[in-house]
């Protein structure tokens, strides 16, 4: 499984072990063109055996989707039709804020964070949506 912190500049992806259990950082992807990234995406998804990607689906605090989630609904139709798999979302609401948490506790700064803040964020979402499919 893979998933998908989606920005306008940097993508963070992140994957999990084949038990489900760990999720791990992965890369942070510099791309602007929702196609190319998709592309990038799907040559991490082969070259990692994902069966499944997991997307990050910003939501309004109400709950309510905005413009950012639909762009994210349209990178995710980009990338079943690049693999073939199926996507799932889910609701990222404060991930970004409990990766700054998490790499304040390990001291992370500067241009180090913000190479890595978008990983982060995918782990916390596959972690998230991992619990989830426990439950």
């Known amino acids: 499984m893979l998933s998908v912190d989606y920005g306008d500049v940097r993508t963070g992806i992140a994957v999990c072990d084949r038990f489900e ?6 890369t942070v992807i510099e791309e602007t063109d ?7 995406i799907a040559e991490l998804v082969k070259e990692k ?4 990607i997991v997307l990050g689906l910003p939501k309004n605090m109400d709950g309510s989707e905005g413009f ?9 139709a980009l990338l079943t039709e ?12 404060l991930t970004t804020v409990s990766a700054h948490n ?3 506790v390990t001291n992370t700064r500067g241009k180090k964070r913000k190479a890595v803040i978008d990983a982060v964020s995918a782990v ?3 972690e998230d949506y991992l619990r989830k499919m426990k439950n």
């Open 68 to 76: 950012r989630a639909e762009a994210c609904r349209e990178l995710g």
């Open 49 to 52: 055996k994902a069966e499944k």
């Open 82 to 93: 690049e693999t073939g798999l199926p996507v799932d979302f889910e609701d990222e609401r």
């Open 124 to 126: 916390i979402i596959l």
């Open 34 to 40: 929702k196609n190319v990234l998709a592309q990038k």
């Open 21 to 26: 259990m760990l999720a791990s950082p992965v």
């Open 102 to 104: 998490a790499l304040n």
